[in-house]
């Protein structure tokens, strides 16, 4: 066709997230206020509320409208999805799993509260997750709600989150060229997608979504969330080669198991794009205006230069 002649149809992606991120971290600070007993409270809202991406709320609900639902219908779910993951990161800064003193812009939860509290408070967020879903879920018949409660159940589960972080852990203890391509895509099958996997899902399940749908948008965020940590892993070779020139930059990766360390620069770029390719075929069948976000969201993982 002629340049200029349709009209493309446009999506603002950065105006939709601010809003979409601006209304759930609304929802957030209202599901866990900070009311008796105001210590673990103040230890949850600490890492809760937290300067993050909000990527996993936001792909739950922006599920939920693609079948049809509504915000409010996946509102709950959307904030306990976060609840989840935070306590997951709070639980991986442990000095027991990465020991990290830093997270979100902030010093770690067990720097601030101690080890025992930053447990507590990660058990809190972790079973007020299920509970908030469970009482504060609005406009849904019951059966949507509890199947949603099991998916997302599921979805960290010793075959989910959890499995994912302990292969992780145990790779960091072989040696690197011992680790082939099934690991790393393990590890990042359960440590990355799992979640993202449960949170679109449960976002499908309780808008109303077939069984096809529910698992096409799983299918999207599996396909997204391994891009995800292959973009991840180019940025850190390209990142660290243009600033420490490019030996010094393979020497600073050196022990960390990497997409262009097993398959190099290029074929981790070629997959890449197969994955992105991959992630918008899962959308084909959807509603083309609802299903903007989640094209563009892609895509903008797919090409993020930082
Ligand atoms: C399974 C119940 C249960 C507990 C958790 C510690 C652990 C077990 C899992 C580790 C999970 C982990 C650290 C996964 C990494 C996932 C990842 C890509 C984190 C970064 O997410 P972003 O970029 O971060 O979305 P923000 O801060 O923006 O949310």
Not at 165 to 180: F, K, N, P, T, Y
Not at 219 to 245: C, H, N, P, W, Y
Request: charged content about 25%; overall charge negative; glycine content about 8%.
């Amino acid at each position: 066709g002629e340049e200029g002649q349709e009209s493309k149809p446009t999506f603002d992606f950065q105006t939709y997230m601010i809003q979409k991120v601006n209304v759930v971290n609304q929802a957030l600070d209202a599901a866990v206020p900070l009311n008796d007993p105001v210590k673990i409270k103040e230890a949850m809202r600490y890492s809760l509320l937290a300067d993050a991406k909000r990527v996993r709320p936001v792909i739950c609900i922006a599920a939920c409208e693609v079948v049809g639902g509504s915000e409010s219908m996946a509102m709950a779910a959307a904030c306990a999805v976060e609840m989840i993951h935070t306590m997951s990161l709070i639980q991986d800064d442990l000095p027991c799993m990465d020991n990290d003193k830093l997270r979100r812009g902030r010093p770690s939860n067990h720097v601030v509260y101690g080890e025992a509290v930053a447990v507590l408070a990660a058990d809190a967020l972790l079973a007020f997750a299920f509970e908030h879903i469970a009482a504060s879920t609005v406009g849904v018949p019951p059966s949507r709600v509890v199947r949603s409660i099991g998916v997302l159940a599921g979805s960290i589960g010793p075959e989910g989150l959890a499995a994912g972080q302990l292969a992780d852990m145990s790779c960091e203890r072989i040696s690197v060229s011992d680790v082939g391509m099934e690991d790393l895509e393990f590890i990042h099958l359960h440590k990355t997608a799992a979640l993202l996997e449960g949170a679109m899902a449960v976002g499908a399940i309780l808008g109303g979504g077939s069984d096809e749908e529910v698992e096409k948008l799983r299918m999207f965020a599996r396909s997204i969330g391994l891009l995800f940590q292959v973009v991840d892993d180019i940025l850190d070779v390209t990142k660290s080669s243009e600033d420490l020139g490019k030996t010094a930059g393979k020497d600073l990766l050196a022990g960390k198991l990497t997409y262009p360390r097993l398959i190099g620069i290029e074929k981790s770029r070629e997959f890449a794009e197969k994955l992105n390719k991959e992630a918008q075929g899962w959308l084909s069948g959807f509603d083309a205006e609802k299903v903007m976000p989640l094209v563009s969201l892609a895509n903008y993982i797919a090409l993020r230069q930082q």
